[in-house]
């Protein structure tokens, strides 16, 4: 009966490194107990080898379960945004599944604080072994990751980012650049002057998200000089009801709007009002591909929609724990995804779920 090729290969490397196998065993699973001269000397026999280690086999050998959390918003009638991640991550599900890898999604609401809360809490009890999540709420999402810092348990940012709280990795967007682009694309070609509305649509306005795009937009019309009155509009209640309402009263005071930036994917309420109120003039734009965003854009009441490809994010992401837990491997901290302009003219070409 033939023997395990994958032991021959750790053998070699124990025998050139006149050490234990089960010190090339800790070394090639990142485990701790190996001095960094022993590991430095044995890394450099895997590296001249080509050793590759049978991850699947050395997986279904352990009979372990790593289990990771899910922590992201549920699709709601207000915004279907989460679906696409949400297809990230069953996809990236069934890839690492046969290595003994378990995921549980666990979602909350995103008008509720609490609920939030509630699952962070249900993900502390399960026990688990990585956490992907989406810091939507950040005073709750600084204390659930604080408490995974100190029991020691990975997790990695999508979405939007809390920098301090020194997560395994973030994947998402670069928010600067993301409001900088969304400036450029706003005022491409206008004359300045007129009065811009940025609204800010969301229980977070403080929310680091918000504050980086806004930074990057105001940016962009500092450098290039261009001197439009910037009106903020900071909407808490996300229905329909409310954000009209808001707006009603700004353009009370300011019924010479040119233009208006919706710094994230609610852009779709903006735009109901706009068609409602007859004002479809005026220059919009917004983010995410959604089906409701679509029909604006195919309308022309939305210019632009900018997407950050949020099903690669949170493939991304999953993956990126699967590397730390499983194959032991350093991930890159900080993954900028793409920043795509969508058009009416190119939306039909632009598909992030499957048909």
């Not at 790593?66 to 679906?83: K, Q």
């Not at 810091?135 to 029991?151: D, G, M, V, Y």
């Not at 329909?240 to 930036?261: M, R």
């Not at 309308?299 to 990126?320: N, S, V």
Request: charged share 25%; net charge negative.
């Amino acid at each position: 009966m033939e023997k395990d090729p994958t032991y021959f290969g750790v053998k070699e490397i124990a025998r050139r490194a006149n050490v234990s196998i089960a010190t090339v065993d800790r070394v090639i699973h990142n485990r701790t107990g190996v001095s960094e001269k022993t590991k430095k000397r044995i890394n450099e026999i895997i590296k001249e080898l080509d050793y590759q280690p049978n991850i699947l086999a050395s997986r279904l050998a352990s009979k372990n379960i790593i289990i990771l959390a899910v922590l992201i918003p549920r699709v709601s009638d207000e915004t279907d945004f989460w679906g696409a991640p949400l297809y990230g991550i069953q996809r990236a599900e069934t890839e690492i599944k046969p290595y003994g890898i378990q995921t549980i999604t666990f979602f909350f609401d995103l008008n509720d604080e609490n609920s939030f809360e509630e699952q962070a809490n249900l993900i502390l009890e399960k026990g688990v072994n990585g956490v992907l999540l989406s810091p939507s709420f950040i005073a709750p999402s600084i204390k659930f990751t604080e408490e995974c810092r100190r029991l020691k348990i990975p997790f990695v940012f999508i979405d939007s980012n809390i920098p301090e709280q020194h997560s395994l990795a973030y994947i998402g967007p670069h928010l600067f650049k993301s409001g900088y682009l969304g400036a450029k694309l706003l005022t491409y070609r206008k004359e300045t002057k007129g009065k811009i509305l940025v609204v800010n649509i969301s229980k977070e306005i403080e929310n680091y998200n918000y504050l980086q795009i806004e930074e990057g937009f105001r940016s962009y019309l500092k450098e290039n000089q261009l001197n439009f009155e910037i009106i903020r509009a900071d909407i808490k209640e996300t229905d329909y009801l409310s954000v009209a309402k808001n707006l009603t009263q700004v353009f009370t005071i300011n019924e010479d709007i040119e233009a208006i930036f919706v710094t994230n994917s609610r852009v779709f309420s903006v735009a109901t009002f706009l068609e409602n109120k007859h004002k479809k003039d005026i220059a919009l734009v917004g983010y995410d591909f959604l089906k409701e965003n679509i029909q604006h854009l195919n309308t022309g009441t939305i210019d632009f929609l900018i997407c950050h490809k949020p099903e690669e994010q949170a493939y991304r992401a999953l993956m990126a724990l699967y590397q730390t837990l499983v194959r032991g491997q350093q991930v890159e901290k900080t993954q900028y995804m793409t920043i795509d302009i969508i058009t009416r003219e190119n939306q039909e070409f632009y598909q992030i779920l499957p048909v």
